[in-house]
């Protein structure tokens, strides 16, 4: 219940405090006050999107703030903490919640839970469990089929409405399965030519058998190879340079450092200090001979027939060129790729068997799924002859007592909701054929219908709230008195806010709110009060004739409220 709605720079409102509490709270005013802001200002803390253009002319931000009483535990209060925020107990199980919003003039929004900032997301959550919001544009609404069987399943109770959550699973796993088993058999020739592409590209892969790094290796191998006589000869040059072994008198580096190494021998014991140079030459007459040593090697190690062995290797490069051009990719990524491909061939040639398989699992989860739409379907029907009665009953309430509702449900194409087609039909009057509530019904015919049908589907529900906005539309006379005897019914078991031009509806409020403007300046400025008493008459004479002060208005308004007054 909503105990209290702040609102600020909203629209025409300036700054208005609006003391709500439970019962029947009526809120009116003249064409232009702000009455509309109310529900504007209600709906931006129940999460709806914000618009920037509703904010006071002059302002940076507008701002709402409503204080809800609430369950100490519960639903709700339990996903405010969940958010982080707090609710404050006030006693007898019950706690005060904070709701807040702020909307910026560039757009930007915040929410506030309890004391703690939040998505707004968080707001719309909370908001479908304290309220119901009903405008003109929902009593369009209730036109559409789809609102209709919405309202249907509602009040069809909670053994139905799991029913139907099963049915929209498994609706949903069936389209998934027939989705792939579709794909599947659409694609399998294509499938099955990329499986006999890649057969023979892992043919040609495997004959190849490229190895990781064999490109580098290759070239490296290319390049000694295509130098072969000048490494011969160098390497050659080399050890003849270092060892002669050629046996003439030429010096090599061997001998000259044996030679210089014997000098010092000869002469290191008349002075240590030639001992270090003795050592140097001793590591570079073994240093020597191991370079010697390793040249050996080498030239023996050089192939015999390059020529030969240099041709393989182009002819190697030239292969793996090839297959690197025709894939579109350099060797290393081929190797990489094709060590994957065989996980792919084997999951092209298992379609066959996963085709076999889908169409077994496509065929149990539509038994499934018709099951659950004739379950659906029973339910719905059960519920529409009750549905339809109930209201009936609340139309008669509502000053149509020869108006009837039907409600009917027929077979159609299976879909997320089901495979029935819901259609509700009014007779307005003994005699009448039903017509379909989107093309028989007027405006004013809605109202009582949304009205009927919320006070129905209110006494299986648990919102603890309900705001109508001029609920009342394309209603006068003796049936707008009716209307607000049957809200003020309403507001027995739920709390009640009401935005209303007549005050055949006002006149049953326990609470009554006016939204007054004044000149400031520029501005216009709209502030609220609570009126009682005189003030209270005057206002309902004002909305009767136009005329606060008028005698007439104002006996026809004493009267009125005189008329209400059991019901309040």
Same mark, same amino acid.
């Given at each position: 219940?909503?105990?209290?709605?702040?609102?600020?720079?909203?629209?025409?409102?300036?700054?208005?405090?609006?003391?709500?509490?439970?019962?029947?709270?009526?809120?009116?005013?003249?064409?232009?006050?702000?009455?509309?802001? $109310?529900?504007?200002?209600?709906?931006?803390?129940?999460?709806?999107?914000?618009?920037?253009?509703?904010?006071?002319?002059?302002?940076?931000?507008?701002?709402?703030?409503?204080? #809800?009483?609430?369950?100490?535990?519960?639903?709700?209060?339990?996903?405010?903490?969940?958010?982080?925020?707090?609710?404050?107990?006030?006693?007898?199980?019950?706690?005060? @919640?904070?709701?807040?919003?702020?909307?910026?003039?560039?757009?930007?929004?915040?929410?506030?839970?309890?004391?703690?900032?939040?998505?707004?997301?968080?707001?719309?959550?909370?908001?479908?469990?304290? $309220?119901?919001?009903?405008?003109? *544009?929902?009593?369009?609404?209730?036109?559409?089929?789809?609102?209709?069987?919405?309202?249907?399943?509602?009040?069809?109770?909670?053994?139905?409405?799991?029913?139907?959550?099963?049915?929209?699973?498994?609706?949903?796993? #069936?389209?998934?399965?027939?989705?792939?088993?579709?794909?599947?058999?659409?694609?399998?020739?294509?499938?099955?030519?990329?499986?006999?592409?890649?057969?023979?590209?892992?043919?040609?892969?495997?004959?190849?058998?490229?190895?990781?790094? +064999?490109?580098? +290796?290759?070239?490296?191998?290319?390049?000694?190879?295509?130098?072969?006589?000048?490494?011969?000869?160098?390497?050659?040059?080399?050890?003849?340079?270092?060892?002669?072994?050629?046996?003439?008198?030429?010096?090599?580096?061997?001998?000259?450092?044996?030679?210089?190494?014997?000098?010092?021998?000869?002469?290191?014991?008349?002075?240590?200090?030639?001992?270090?140079?003795?050592?140097?030459?001793?590591?570079?007459?073994?240093?020597?001979?191991?370079?010697?040593?390793?040249?050996?090697?080498?030239?023996?190690?050089? %192939?015999?027939?390059?020529?030969?062995?240099?041709?393989?290797?182009?002819?190697?490069?030239?292969?793996?060129?090839?297959?690197?051009?025709?894939?579109?990719?350099?060797? %290393?990524?081929?190797?990489?790729?094709?060590?994957?491909?065989?996980?792919?061939?084997?999951?092209?040639?298992?379609?066959?068997?996963?085709?076999?398989?889908?169409?077994?699992?496509?065929?149990?989860?539509?038994?499934?799924?018709?099951?659950?739409? %004739?379950?659906?379907?029973?339910?719905?029907?059960?519920?529409?002859?009750?549905?339809?009665?109930?209201?009936?009953?609340?139309?008669?309430?509502?000053?149509?007592?020869?108006?009837?509702?039907?409600?009917?449900? +027929?077979?159609?194409?299976?879909?997320?909701?089901?495979?029935?087609?819901?259609?509700?039909?009014?007779?307005?009057?003994?005699?009448?054929?039903?017509?379909?509530?989107?093309?028989?019904?007027?405006?004013?015919?809605? *109202?009582?219908?949304?009205?009927?049908?919320?006070?129905?589907?209110?006494?299986?529900?648990?919102?603890?709230?309900?705001?109508?906005?001029?609920?009342?539309?394309?209603?006068?006379?003796?049936?707008?008195?009716?209307?607000?005897?049957?809200?003020?019914?309403?507001?027995?078991?739920?709390?009640?806010?009401?935005?209303? /031009?007549?005050?055949?509806?006002?006149?049953?409020?326990?609470?009554?709110?006016?939204?007054?403007?004044?000149?400031?300046?520029?501005?216009?400025?709209?502030? $609220?009060?609570?009126?009682?008493?005189?003030?209270?008459?005057?206002?309902?004479?004002? @909305?009767? *004739?136009?005329?606060?002060? *008028?005698?007439?208005?104002?006996? /026809?308004?004493?009267?009125?409220?005189?008329?209400?007054?059991?019901?309040?």
């Amino acid at each position: 219940m909503i105990e209290e709605l702040s609102i600020r720079d909203l629209g025409v409102i300036g700054d208005a405090r609006l003391p709500l509490g439970p019962g029947f709270t009526a809120v009116t005013g003249e064409t232009g006050a702000g009455k509309t802001m $109310v529900v504007t200002a209600l709906a931006l803390l129940l999460g709806e999107r914000a618009d920037a253009g509703a904010i006071r002319a002059g302002s940076v931000q507008a701002g709402v703030e409503g204080r #809800w009483l609430v369950p100490e535990t519960g639903a709700v209060a339990e996903r405010v903490r969940e958010a982080g925020g707090e609710v404050d107990p006030v006693g007898d199980g019950r706690a005060e @919640l904070i709701l807040a919003r702020t909307v910026s003039s560039e757009g930007r929004s915040r929410g506030i839970v309890g004391g703690r900032s939040t998505p707004v997301g968080v707001l719309a959550e909370l908001g479908e469990r304290l $309220v119901v919001v009903h405008g003109q *544009s929902d009593q369009l609404r209730l036109r559409s089929a789809a609102a209709q069987r919405e309202a249907l399943d509602a009040s069809a109770g909670a053994e139905h409405a799991s029913t139907l959550h099963d049915y929209a699973d498994a609706y949903r796993d #069936w389209r998934a399965l027939a989705s792939e088993l579709e794909v599947l058999a659409l694609d399998r020739e294509t499938r099955a030519r990329e499986a006999e592409q890649l057969r023979l590209d892992l043919d040609e892969y495997a004959e190849l058998a490229p190895q990781p790094g +064999e490109e580098d +290796e290759l070239a490296a191998r290319a390049e000694r190879l295509g130098n072969l006589e000048d490494l011969r000869a160098s390497a050659a040059l080399a050890q003849e340079a270092i060892s002669a072994q050629s046996g003439d008198d030429h010096p090599d580096a061997v001998a000259l450092v044996e030679e210089a190494r014997r000098a010092l021998a000869r002469v290191v014991d008349h002075d240590p200090g030639l001992a270090p140079a003795r050592d140097g030459l001793d590591a570079v007459a073994f240093q020597l001979a191991e370079v010697s040593a390793e040249l050996s090697r080498y030239l023996g190690g050089l %192939d015999v027939d390059g020529a030969r062995e240099l041709e393989g290797v182009q002819e190697r490069r030239s292969a793996l060129a090839a297959f690197s051009r025709k894939h579109g990719a350099p060797v %290393d990524e081929l190797v990489a790729r094709f060590e994957q491909a065989g996980l792919r061939l084997v999951e092209l040639d298992g379609d066959d068997d996963r085709i076999r398989a889908l169409e077994h699992e496509v065929q149990r989860a539509r038994v499934r799924v018709d099951e659950l739409a %004739d379950r659906v379907g029973a339910g719905r029907r059960a519920a529409a002859e009750a549905l339809a009665s109930a209201v009936t009953a609340e139309l008669a309430a509502l000053a149509m007592p020869d108006a009837r509702l039907v409600v009917e449900v +027929e077979a159609a194409e299976l879909g997320p909701t089901g495979r029935d087609r819901v259609a509700f039909l009014l007779t307005p009057h003994t005699g009448a054929e039903p017509r379909p509530l989107a093309r028989g019904a007027s405006g004013g015919e809605l *109202s009582r219908v949304m009205l009927a049908l919320e006070v129905v589907l209110a006494a299986g529900g648990e919102t603890p709230t309900f705001v109508f906005d001029e609920v009342d539309a394309g209603v006068g006379g003796a049936a707008a008195i009716e209307i607000g005897r049957r809200l003020a019914r309403l507001a027995e078991s739920a709390q009640v806010i009401v935005v209303t /031009h007549l005050a055949q509806v006002a006149a049953f409020a326990g609470n009554h709110l006016v939204v007054e403007k004044d000149r400031d300046g520029r501005v216009t400025a709209s502030s $609220v009060r609570r009126v009682d008493a005189d003030a209270r008459a005057a206002e309902m004479a004002r @909305l009767l *004739s136009g005329l606060a002060d *008028s005698e007439s208005g104002l006996a /026809h308004a004493r009267e009125l409220l005189e008329l209400a007054q059991p019901a309040r």
